[in-house]
Nanobody, 120 residues
Framework: QVQLVESGGGLVQAGGSLRLSCAASGSIFRINAMAWYRQAPGKQRELVAGITSGGDTNYVDSTKGRFTISRDNAKNTVYLQMNSLKPEDTAVYYC??????????????WGQGTQVTVSS
């Protein structure tokens, strides 16, 4: 019932920047946590950055100081600004949101994934 559409991935050289976007639609009453995950080939999916409804943020150590997560509540959208990209940032990035539907049920939704490739 909640659909997440991601955009902004692509190929970039080391040291470059990308901004990922994830927009939600559906019967959303409230969005609690918004987050970005990534999964590199042969590795488990990991949490990259998260932001709560109160604005608190957290980042995986490897991206701290380089990545910034933000949100636009009016657009039900979360962003991930990625600067100083490194080849090890190469992965499929997935948006995740959780909250309440208009009917009162909780939901957790995932985006389709967007490829980020950083060349050396």
């Amino acid at each position: 019932q909640v659909q997440l559409v991601e955009s902004g991935g692509g190929l970039v050289q080391a040291g470059g920047s990308l901004r990922l976007s994830c927009a939600a639609s559906g019967s959303i009453f409230r969005i609690n946590a918004m987050a970005w995950y990534r999964q590199a080939p042969g590795k488990q999916r990991e949490l990259v950055a998260g932001i709560t409804s109160g604005g608190d943020t957290n980042y995986v150590d490897s991206t701290k100081g380089r990545f910034t997560i933000s949100r636009d509540n009016a657009k039900n959208t979360v962003y991930l600004q990625m600067n100083s990209l490194k080849p090890e940032d190469t992965a499929v990035y997935y948006c995740n949101m959780s909250g309440l539907l208009t009917g009162g049920l909780r939901y957790t939704s995932w985006g389709q994934g967007t490829q980020v490739t950083v060349s050396s």
